[in-house]
């Protein structure tokens, strides 16, 4: 998912900027390029830049975002393998326990034989 968000917003910059060059590249034909044009080009500039800015920070907070989320799981994995670890401690434990108290009711070795 992230990796399409940022070919999407790879292949906007490239078409964006084939228009502003192909729109540049007109204008610098011209001989006499009158004020509007020049502020006409500042301002398409201006909210290309915003443009790229907002997806640029849009896919940063989604990269975010989504390691957080792995990093909770990674966390919640490790508490838990640490509980499963705790629990068969305690189960070998009790294990030995029971064995050693059943030692308790054999029948003792008579000496010599």
């Given amino acids: 998912m992230l990796t399409t968000l940022i070919i999407l917003a790879s292949i906007n910059i490239l078409v964006i900027s084939f228009f502003v060059y192909k729109f540049l590249e007109q204008n610098k034909n011209k001989v006499n390029v009158d004020e509007n044009q020049s502020k006409t080009i500042l301002d398409l500039e201006r909210r290309i830049t915003d ?15 989504n390691n957080k989320n792995v990093h909770d799981q990674v966390n919640n994995f490790t508490k838990e393998t640490v509980e499963v670890k705790d629990f068969l401690k305690q189960v070998n434990e009790r294990i030995k326990e029971m064995s050693s108290f059943q030692d308790i009711f054999k029948t003792p070795k008579l000496r010599g034989q």
């Fill in 51 to 65: 443009l790229l800015s907002k997806q640029l920070t849009d896919v940063r907070g989604s990269l975010d975002f």
